[in-house]
């Protein structure tokens, strides 16, 4: 049905109004309750924010069956990924140990860019052929290296949207000394139907202390501006991420927010079918168009481009598309964001228009 809708609504993109394809934020926009908790809460915004911080992090426990010890907020995920990576840097030069991080090549690189800060190193290791993990050779980086490592694994990985199945993860985590840490970045884990992922979240549960996963309501809640994310892991070892965070760092808006999301069901059943039906209606196009892709499990798609990627973003931005872009090694690829059903039909024109004029 909401397929039928978006066919007759054409949005067309303009300067001033572009089509945002670029940065995985999803263009539903919050749900009007969470909209509704920020605006309620606004008159009392001058205080501190920790009131609404204890109730969101008791109902995220809630939500995951954890307790509350088990669970440390960040500023957005991304600062959930900042203190667990300087937590273990502090934990290893404690220890007298060198430190590197492992991650597959390409993904998400806060986890590297935080190392980095710290002057640690990261071991980027390629995806295979077909661009799913090689833990094969992550694992024997970590095996070969006399120190601690950190291995950050983004499951759906970002830009692939594609998932690492449990079966390749679980037995390597439980397998692995107590000098390997992971780091599970699961913000689009939400999105995930494939029953082969299964949540890291599932081992901190049975209290495995060397995983730490972090979760963001920037994603399938549509909060990305009111920075909410969240590590979670064994009390212990929340207990050494704290000191990382920046004191008091949820604010008010972004927590009640948060807080009504989580409440809000029928909010999480449109995201996810709004999601669904935008996969469609871009893999559609992209069979007919004979352009492989990747099976998405978030709300982007890993999508090949004949030609020059560079070229193409360049072209689809003189049509105010902005296409996300390439992301090397995975040379030919371009990761796509996928809006709302209205906006990738208008993408879609734009595509087609663009395979008449021989460009895709
Ligand atoms: N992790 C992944 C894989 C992401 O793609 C992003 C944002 O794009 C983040 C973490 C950070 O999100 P936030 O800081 O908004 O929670």
């Not at 001058?46 to 109730?55: G, K, L, N, S």
């Not at 969101?56 to 959930?80: D, F, R, T, V």
Request: charged residues 20%.
């Amino acid at each position: 049905q909401t397929a039928d809708k978006a066919t007759k609504l054409l949005i067309q993109p303009t300067k001033e109004q572009p089509l945002l394809l670029n940065f995985n934020e999803n263009s539903l926009g919050m749900s009007a309750k969470a909209q509704q908790a920020v605006i309620d809460a606004l008159p009392n915004a001058f205080r501190y924010p920790d009131a609404a911080r204890e109730q969101l992090i008791e109902k995220i426990a809630e939500s995951h069956k954890l307790e509350s010890n088990q669970i440390s907020l960040g500023n957005g995920s991304s600062e959930s990924i900042q203190a667990a990576i300087q937590m273990a840097i502090y934990r290893a030069q404690k220890a007298g140990q060198q430190v590197q991080v492992i991650a597959p090549d390409p993904t998400f690189n806060y986890a590297e860019l935080y190392a980095k800060a710290s002057g640690v190193p990261t071991i980027k290791v390629p995806l295979t052929e077909k661009l799913a993990f090689d833990i094969d050779t992550m694992k024997k980086a970590a095996e070969d290296f006399p120190g601690y490592s950190i291995v950050y694994l983004c499951n759906p990985n970002n830009p692939t949207a594609t998932i690492t199945p449990a079966d390749l993860i679980e037995p390597w985590i439980k397998a692995a000394p107590e000098r390997v840490l992971f780091i599970l970045d699961e913000a689009y884990a939400e999105f995930v139907t494939d029953p082969r992922f299964r949540s890291g979240i599932e081992l901190v549960a049975k209290d495995h202390k060397n995983v730490i996963v972090t979760r963001t309501f920037s994603k399938i809640y549509a909060l990305a501006g009111l920075r909410i994310g969240y590590a979670l892991a064994h009390p212990d070892i929340i207990m050494q991420i704290e000191p990382f965070v920046s004191m008091d760092n949820t604010n008010t808006a972004g927590a009640v927010a948060a807080l009504a999301s989580l409440e809000d069901k029928t909010f999480l059943t449109i995201s996810r079918t709004s999601i669904e039906t935008s996969r469609k209606i871009v893999t559609n196009a992209l069979d007919k168009l004979g352009l492989a892709y990747l099976p998405s499990q978030a709300n982007f798609i890993f999508h090949k481009v004949s030609g020059d990627v560079k070229t193409y973003q360049d072209r689809m931005k003189e049509y105010h598309v902005f296409v996300g872009r390439e992301f090397l090694p995975a040379k030919g690829w371009n990761r796509l964001t996928l809006g709302t059903p209205e906006e990738m039909t208008a993408f879609v024109s734009v595509l087609t228009e663009f395979r008449a004029k021989g460009w895709v």
